[in-house]
């Protein structure tokens, strides 16, 4: 199967963080990233804009962020 690699927009912030947070609770604690993070996760396109993803029937099965180390600040 080939997959598409997108790039995220403001539009997609609700569902990307609901992704990354569901991902990181399953073995752990539940997190809440634009709570523990929110510098770096901000509903804007600058900040989404640095996130891909690949969906599978429309539904994120794979995300990367690739945050330049001066938005780490």
């Not at 997959?3 to 927009?9: A, Q």
């Amino acid at each position: 199967m080939e997959y598409k690699i997108i790039r995220l927009s403001s539009k997609d912030y609700n569902e990307a963080i609901d992704f990354i947070n569901m991902v990181f609770s399953i073995n752990y604690y539940p997190h809440n990233f634009p709570e523990m993070l929110p510098v770096l996760y901000k509903p804007t396109e600058e900040h989404m804009k640095c996130h891909y993803v690949i969906k599978e029937e429309g539904k994120i099965k794979a995300l990367l962020g690739n945050i330049p180390s001066r938005d780490c600040n």
